[in-house]
């Protein structure tokens, strides 16, 4: 089952990897999670084969007396894998929403520690119970296409960035991830803070779900990736009929919409149009 899970890895991640030949170097982002450790060791099982370098990034958020050592114990992680660790320690403002404040602050950081060591992409930890809690999450917001469709196991890691964000676990398992962690006898810490009940992904992921699949029988995970799916191929419809009315992916980056083109669509393709530009100027992500 262990050495199943390295075979179905492989492939996941050279399916996101240009060509061999024209294969920069990869720079894992390792928090020293489960899901982030599994990956790091993963793709340092991978990367011979698929003829890539690999580097770990640690990014010290210095909001927990822990994060110093859990930075310590990813560069044992990469002495231990033979890849070298880039750390770097992040000033996040606390004023306004932390959150995402610290997100805008990493992705940041991990486009420069790319650029450092020329990473053509940056490889992040999330798992298929990732991508289910954040269908969840979005539903409860009363989100509407964009937020149905799933996370991308391909995207730029910031905006006009030739640096791509890659999540190849995106078809793995949390719980399998640790299994082949204790199989291997590589050690991770766990997030104190991803059992703070006081944030809503956190109750969706210890309450909710366990609570549909317990009492109603229900598999929120896989009912998830499959509505998502469909909504996926909804999405790339109406992008394509967009396209064919003229509002295709630069006439929605331009300064100005052509409001005759708008006025000549159907209300939903108007919609997914203003959507979309919104979404180009500003990572606008739900409707």
């Known amino acids: ?94 004023a306004g929403n932390l959150e ?21 992409a940056v490889l992040t930890g999330h798992t298929a119970d990732d991508r289910a809690e954040t269908f969840w999450l979005w539903l409860l917001r009363g989100t509407g296409l964009n ?3 799933p996370l991308p196991a391909s995207r730029p890691l910031i905006p006009d960035s ?12 949390r719980e399998e991830l640790r299994d082949w962690l204790r199989a291997r006898g590589i050690p991770w810490h766990e997030d104190p803070s991803n059992d703070d009940l006081q944030l809503r992904r956190n109750r969706i992921r210890h309450e909710l779900l366990p609570l549909l699949e317990r009492d109603y029988g229900a598999m929120p995970e896989a009912g998830a990736s499959r509505l998502m799916a469909q ?33 000549a669509l159907p209300a939903v393709l108007a919609r997914r149009a203003l959507l979309r530009a919104l979404g180009a100027r500003q990572r606008f992500d739900g409707e």
């Open 162 to 173: 030739p640096v791509q964000a890659l999540r190849p676990l995106l078809g793995f398992r």
């Open 100 to 120: 995402a404040e610290a997100r805008r602050a990493r992705y940041a950081a991990l486009g420069e520690l790319a650029a450092d060591c020329g990473a053509g």
């Open 231 to 263: 909504m996926a191929e909804v999405a790339r419809y109406l992008d394509a009929q967009l396209a064919v009315a003229g509002l295709d992916d630069e006439a929605l980056r331009a300064p100005v919409l052509d409001r005759r083109l708008l006025a």
């Open 1 to 94: 089952m262990h050495a199943f899970l390295e075979v179905r890895f492989a492939p996941a991640l050279e399916a996101l990897l240009p060509p061999p030949g024209r294969r920069a170097p990869l720079l894992v982002a390792c928090s020293g999670g489960g899901d982030s450790v599994a990956l790091a060791a993963l793709t340092a099982d991978a990367a011979p084969a698929l003829g890539v370098r690999v580097h770990l990034a640690h990014l010290d958020h210095g909001l927990r007396p822990a994060s110093a050592a859990e930075g310590d114990a990813v560069a044992d992680l990469g002495e231990r894998l033979g890849l070298p660790v880039l750390r770097r320690r992040l000033a996040i403002p606390t």
């Open 147 to 149: 937020g149905l469709t």
